[in-house]
């Protein structure tokens, strides 16, 4: 499949693009971007079904394929205002496309558009393709596993995902056999206990004073218990505790996420988590509540799956697209699907060659738009792939 065959959607992919990323959609409310999506595929013959709430499958090809694919997009923006300055920028204010998810989403529309136009040649193999247009993939434990709970793995034999990975040149795949993200669970831990006046902290239980302990302490601790081979990293996000600069106050929280490479420590680390931040907090009378709420295990891409994807990049995108990349402390839901069925995520390269390297998750983040193509090409030639190749 040489050469670029979604030329001719190439322009409505950038345009469609655009309007997702000036109309940002939060976890589980997605409603427009859905409905977007569907109508599009309708009106192309797609077999389309709606997810409870928000998201959609589609069905391309024979209705009991002997092999089916899977294309995965997500659908959620995050909660961070814009600072791009483009002129599609975000037009809610405080939300914005941040981590790329309205690329993964016209990539995977492109791919389906250009596959519904050779229904006919996938009938021909027995093959068929699902897209899977996902919603909430940036809240914890992820919509990955609403999505398999209403059905959206029957029948599949293998799934495909991409994620814009911005310290990559555009037209560029990066691909790893094995674990390419770690598990990231959220924690929150509220210390409670006697407040009073800065005057005198030997009258109260210093909640301030222990809520920096644990900040700093617990990471400190968990390095030393842990086998560093496993990756942890403990890092916080907020935290929150007292309005007056003279009272001490009785309540506060701290927020963060704990990510690991390690699938199995994921699997154990709970209880030791909870006996470190009692053992930090408890020299200082104050009492701890733990919320440790799991995330997603790490993407563990199949070898075969990604030798797939690395075909399918040297033929759509030139012989030397492919490029291998390192596992990351990141986070992704697609993890789930992975437990049930084979597949890969490939890393999309979204920097402008010689332009400035951006950081997923704020708020200036910008892809260079040949990427919406450059994905779509990648997943229709990884669909297309026969199943014994």
Not at 194 to 199: C, I, K, Q, Y
Not at 245 to 265: C, F
Not at 326 to 346: H, I, K, R, T
Request: net charge negative; glycine share 12%; with cysteine.
């Amino acid at each position: 499949m040489p050469g670029n065959p979604l030329a001719a959607l190439d322009d409505e992919l950038m345009a469609f693009r655009r309007d997702l990323h000036a109309h940002p959609e939060l976890s589980h409310a997605e409603m427009r971007t859905t409905n977007r999506v569907a109508a599009r595929l309708t009106a192309a013959g797609v077999r389309v079904r709606s997810l409870v709430g928000a998201g959609l499958i589609a069905d391309i090809g024979p209705v009991d394929p002997a092999y089916r694919v899977a294309l995965r997009a997500d659908l959620d923006a995050l909660p961070v205002a814009e600072r791009t300055g483009l002129p599609f920028a975000s037009q809610t204010e405080g939300v914005c496309h941040a981590c790329g998810h309205d690329v993964h989403t016209a990539a995977v529309l492109g791919a389906g558009l250009a596959l519904q136009e050779h229904a006919d040649s996938l009938a021909a193999q027995g093959l068929g393709v699902r897209l899977i247009f996902q919603p909430a993939e940036e809240v914890t434990p992820g919509g990955a596993l609403g999505v398999t709970e209403q059905g959206g793995l029957q029948g599949v034999d293998v799934i495909y995902s991409i994620h814009c990975d911005p310290t990559l040149d555009v037209g560029l795949v990066g691909l790893r056999d094995g674990p390419i993200t770690s598990a990231t669970d959220s924690v929150t831990i509220t210390l409670s206990g006697r407040g009073g006046h800065t005057s005198r902290p030997h009258l109260t239980q210093d909640l301030v004073f222990a809520l920096g302990k644990v900040v700093t302490d617990v990471p400190a601790a968990l390095s030393r218990r842990v086998d560093p081979r496993a990756g942890v990293a403990l890092v916080w996000g907020t935290v929150q505790s007292g309005s007056a600069e003279n009272v001490i106050p009785s309540t506060g929280t701290v927020s963060g996420t704990l990510r690991m490479l390690d699938a199995q420590l994921w699997e154990d680390i709970g209880p030791l988590f909870e006996e470190l931040v009692n053992a930090v907090a408890s020299p200082y009378g104050v009492s701890a509540k733990v919320e440790h709420v799991r995330g997603a295990p790490p993407v563990v891409n199949d070898p075969v799956s990604v030798a797939r994807l690395r075909a399918a990049a040297e033929l759509t995108l030139g012989p030397e697209a492919a490029t291998s990349t390192a596992q990351s402390l990141g986070g992704e839901d697609f993890a789930w699907y992975l437990q049930a069925v084979p597949g890969a995520m490939a890393r999309l390269g979204t920097r402008t060659p010689g332009g400035g390297t951006y950081e997923l998750h704020q708020g200036d983040l910008v892809v260079d738009e040949r990427a919406v193509a450059m994905g779509a090409r990648l997943l229709l030639g990884a669909a297309m792939a026969h199943p014994s190749d």
